[in-house]
């Protein structure tokens, strides 16, 4: 019977008048596709060895590593069956011939759309390495919000260059059922507003900049105010230099913004935000019922 765990197999008895004979030294370790036997000389105790290993013992009993409560035989037996083993084998590198797939009336076999073959273009994925992670939510919505600000960057496009406010709708006119109110962005929903590098950059990212900066005392920064290029790095959590990142000190603000559909006089249509501050309450909590107070 196969012992516990980690034991050795029974061995054979050996004759009445066989005499013992030592475990040989253990030879170098064989090849990865070589089996492995558990090997007994003239009934002494088994010893693990490679096939190659225990050629040199051809006559010796042994039964396999993995299957120690196998029948015992001689090693040459083994090694009969491994050459016979290897001669059908492909040569290394080769593949036996695929099975062909039954025919699905024209469809694509599981897992197609490019072929079904699973062989990905040459420089899928270049750029890889290079690659930082961005988390965009979906396009604001017409409507009427209360946000607060959970990030921003500015982006270096192929086509255009353009600032990237992520926000969290807090409050919406969101109405499910209303034509209009319905495709509102729901509350709770995480929502990218882009504001592209053209000539209307500075002005819009002035008003942001206005309206992030929150309410003090119960007042807010006037439209005339003065806002520095510095505030306009930091806002998108920058430093002077425009390459070293920074700390936002922007993020967590709460502001009321309106999207509108509008047309540009190209012809153009996009989605127009305008952004005020928005109070909040002694815990810090958003005070919707005066979201529009400075509007």
């Known amino acids: 019977m196969f012992g516990k765990f980690g034991s050795s197999p029974a061995a054979p008895q050996p004759p009445s008048n066989a005499a013992p004979t030592p475990p040989p030294p253990a030879p170098p370790q064989a090849p990865l596709n070589e089996p492995k036997l558990w090997v007994s000389q003239n009934g002494g105790t088994p ?39 290897s001669a059908s084998r492909p040569s290394f590198g080769g593949a036996p011939a695929a099975p062909r797939p039954p025919a699905h009336n024209g469809a694509p076999a599981f897992g197609g759309g490019g072929g079904g073959n699973g062989i990905a273009p040459a420089g899928l994925f270049n750029g890889l390495a290079q690659a930082s992670v961005t988390r965009h939510g979906q396009y604001i919505e017409p409507g009427d919000y209360l946000i607060k600000l959970c990030a921003s960057q500015f982006k270096v496009g192929r086509e255009k260059n353009m600032a990237i406010f992520e926000v969290e709708i807090l409050g919406s006119t969101f109405h499910e059922g209303d034509p209009e109110r319905g495709k509102c962005n729901k509350v709770g929903s995480r929502v ?62 709460i502001c009321y913004i309106e999207a509108r559909d509008v047309t540009t006089r190209g012809g153009n249509p996009y989605t127009r935000t305008s952004w005020w501050p928005a109070p909040k309450l002694a815990d810090g909590s958003p005070d919707f019922e005066n979201a529009t107070k400075y509007r």
């Open 47 to 85: 010893v693990v060895m490679s096939l190659s290993q225990a050629a040199a013992f051809p006559t010796a009993q042994a039964v396999p590593e993995s299957s120690p409560n196998q029948a015992w035989a001689p090693v040459s037996s083994y090694i009969a069956a491994h050459a016979a083993a």
């Open 192 to 253: 990218s507003i882009f504001v592209n590098k053209n000539d209307s950059f500075a002005p819009n990212i002035k008003e942001i900049i206005l309206a992030v900066s929150g309410v003090e005392n119960g007042e807010c920064r006037l439209e005339t105010d003065v806002v520095t290029e510095e505030e306009g790095y930091a806002v998108v959590g920058l430093a002077m230099d425009g390459r070293t990142p920074i700390t936002n000190p922007f993020i967590g603000a």
